[in-house]
């Protein structure tokens, strides 16, 4: 994969590139022959770029009052908040992912990155979410058995708390039966999965079985995300839903429950 080393920090090598990600070219910019490629979307992102490899580093290097200061410069400068985090702070874990992945990075060191991230996180919040307080629904929320990666499920979160819905966090690494028993403690309509190893799909797909068991499958929707599933393995695994994205998880869950709806109303007629 492309990528461009920038400059070096004694023992810590720190790399931008707006890289071929997993996520799609509409989202993030990509690298063509000629360049940097942008969506006409992406096009004013252009613009500020140097802010965005700066807020990328940042995070390379694990600064967290640096991401934050320059997240509110990027702010200032006019830079979305989305495009803050898609476009300056994800870039940066998916070079460090690939640093994870050719062992020339430890855990550690992600962690104090992932730190970086919650950081800048904290200024974006309030601008990422809608100020929405009606109830729209009852969510449990978790990432699978086996996966301790809790960035991902963090922001859905708050996507959803921001858009009216009440959240039952339950944190990473969760087995199948708490997922049922937390859905019927807190009588929840939808439950939302996220994992990004391999093997959390296969988990995913046994907490579906989980609730075929327990014969609640009909009242619960359930959406997947992360970076070990994709629309077809959603389908796959009997999931309602698959998001890509944080930012769409309140459309897509607030269209899981209108589907449960309209199917159960048919029932009764
Ligand atoms: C940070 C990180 C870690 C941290 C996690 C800290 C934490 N508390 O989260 C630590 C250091 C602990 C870690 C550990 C490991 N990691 Co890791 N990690 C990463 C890294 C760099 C970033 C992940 C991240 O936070 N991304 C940012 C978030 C915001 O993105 P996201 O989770 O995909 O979520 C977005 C969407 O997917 C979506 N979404 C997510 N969930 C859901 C759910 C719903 C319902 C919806 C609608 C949307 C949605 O919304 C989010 C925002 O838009 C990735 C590389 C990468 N680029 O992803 C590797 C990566 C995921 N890790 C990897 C690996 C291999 C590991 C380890 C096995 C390493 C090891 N040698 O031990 C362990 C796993 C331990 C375990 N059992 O889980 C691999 C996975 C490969 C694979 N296919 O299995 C990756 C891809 C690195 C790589 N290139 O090899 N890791």
Same mark, same amino acid.
């Given at each position: 994969?492309?990528?461009?080393?920038?400059?070096?920090?004694?023992?810590?090598?720190?790399?931008?590139?707006?890289?071929?990600?997993?996520?799609?070219?509409?989202?993030?910019? #990509?690298?063509?022959?000629?360049?940097?490629?942008?969506?006409?979307?992406? #096009?004013?992102?252009?613009?500020?770029?140097?802010?965005?490899?700066?807020?990328?580093?940042?995070?390379?290097?694990?600064?967290?009052?640096?991401?934050?200061?320059?997240? +509110?410069?990027?702010?200032?400068?006019?830079?979305?908040?989305?495009?803050?985090?898609?476009?300056?702070?994800?870039?940066?874990?998916?070079?460090?992912?690939?640093?994870?992945?050719?062992?020339?990075?430890?855990?550690?060191?992600?962690?104090?990155?992932?730190?970086?991230?919650?950081?800048?996180?904290?200024?974006?919040?309030?601008?990422?979410?809608?100020?929405?307080?009606?109830?729209?629904?009852?969510?449990?929320?978790?990432?699978?058995?086996?996966?301790?990666?809790?960035?991902?499920?963090?922001?859905?979160?708050?996507?959803?708390?921001?858009?009216?819905?009440?959240?039952?966090?339950? /944190?990473?690494?969760?087995?199948?039966?708490?997922?049922?028993?937390?859905?019927? +403690?807190?009588?929840?309509?939808?439950?939302?999965?996220? /994992?990004?190893?391999?093997?959390?799909?296969?988990?995913?797909?046994?907490?579906?079985?989980?609730?075929?068991?327990? /014969?609640?499958?009909?009242?619960?929707?359930?959406?997947?995300?992360?970076?070990?599933?994709?629309?077809?393995?959603?389908?796959?695994?009997?999931?309602?839903?698959?998001?890509?994205?944080?930012?769409?998880?309140?459309?897509?869950?607030?269209?899981?429950?209108?589907?449960?709806?309209?199917?159960? #109303?048919?029932?009764?007629?």
């Amino acid at each position: 994969m492309p990528c461009v080393i920038l400059w070096r920090f004694p023992g810590r090598a720190i790399s931008w590139s707006l890289s071929k990600s997993k996520r799609s070219p509409s989202k993030r910019g #990509s690298i063509s022959k000629k360049g940097l490629r942008f969506s006409s979307e992406q #096009s004013k992102v252009r613009l500020y770029m140097p802010i965005l490899e700066e807020i990328s580093g940042a995070v390379q290097t694990g600064n967290a009052p640096k991401t934050k200061s320059l997240v +509110e410069k990027g702010l200032g400068q006019g830079l979305e908040p989305w495009s803050i985090l898609n476009d300056g702070m994800a870039p940066a874990l998916d070079i460090l992912g690939e640093q994870l992945r050719d062992y020339t990075i430890s855990l550690p060191e992600i962690m104090i990155s992932v730190g970086a991230v919650r950081a800048g996180l904290s200024i974006l919040k309030p601008l990422l979410i809608n100020d929405m307080k009606t109830l729209k629904g009852v969510v449990i929320m978790g990432t699978v058995q086996g996966d301790v990666h809790s960035l991902g499920k963090d922001i859905v979160i708050m996507m959803l708390e921001g858009n009216g819905f009440h959240v039952v966090d339950l /944190g990473a690494d969760v087995p199948p039966s708490h997922f049922v028993e937390a859905c019927l +403690e807190h009588k929840a309509n939808i439950v939302a999965m996220s /994992g990004l190893i391999t093997i959390s799909k296969l988990i995913m797909g046994n907490i579906i079985r989980a609730f075929e068991n327990a /014969g609640m499958r009909e009242q619960i929707s359930i959406m997947v995300g992360g970076g070990s599933v994709d629309a077809l393995s959603a389908r796959a695994m009997g999931a309602d839903a698959y998001g890509e994205d944080a930012s769409i998880a309140p459309q897509i869950a607030l269209k899981v429950l209108k589907k449960k709806f309209k199917k159960k #109303s048919r029932q009764n007629t």
